[in-house]
C-alpha cells in the first residue's frame, strides 16, 4: 500500500520560497498512470489544487499560481518536491501530497498534510 509523508519547514517568513518534499514509499512515482499532486486548505476554507508531476516527469500547475510554483522529483528518492515562491500570509495552509490515479481520474492516496504557517 502506498504512503506519502510530507516535510519540510512549519514556518516560512513573508516573501521567502516555500519548500516542501513528499516521500513515497510502497510504489515507485515513476509507475506509469500516476500522477503526484500538491493540494492546499488554507484555514477555514477548501482545497485547493496546486499542481501535479506525472510518472513521466511532466508538470502541471494551476493557472492561478503557475508563476509562483514548481514541483519537481528525485527519482533516486522517491520524492517530490513543491517550492512555491514569493509567499504571503495567503499562503498559510494545510499543505498535502497526493496520488491520482490517471485512469480513474481520482486521489486514491493522501499524505497526512502539514501546516505551514507564512508569518514575520
Known amino acids: 500500500q502506498v504512503q506519502l509523508q510530507e516535510s519540510g519547514p512549519g514556518l516560512v517568513k513573508p516573501s521567502q520560497t516555500l519548500s516542501l518534499t513528499c516521500t513515497v514509499s510502497?510504489?515507485?512515482?515513476?509507475?506509469?498512470?500516476?500522477?503526484w499532486s500538491w493540494i492546499r486548505q488554507p484555514p477555514g476554507k477548501g482545497l485547493e489544487w496546486m499542481g501535479a508531476?506525472?510518472?513521466?516527469?511532466?508538470?502541471y500547475y494551476s493557472p492561478s499560481l503557475k508563476s509562483r510554483t514548481s514541483i519537481s522529483r528525485d527519482t533516486s528518492k522517491n520524492q517530490f518536491t513543491l517550492q512555491l515562491s514569493s509567499v504571503t500570509p495567503e499562503d498559510t495552509a494545510v499543505y498535502y501530497c497526493?496520488?491520482?490515479?490517471?485512469?480513474?481520474?481520482?486521489?486514491?492516496?493522501w499524505g497526512q498534510g502539514t501546516l505551514v504557517t507564512v508569518s514575520s
Open positions: 497526493a496520488r491520482d490515479d490517471g485512469r480513474m481520474g481520482a486521489l486514491d492516496a
Open positions: 510502497g510504489g515507485s512515482i515513476t509507475s506509469n498512470h500516476y500522477y
Open positions: 508531476i506525472a510518472y513521466s516527469g511532466s508538470t
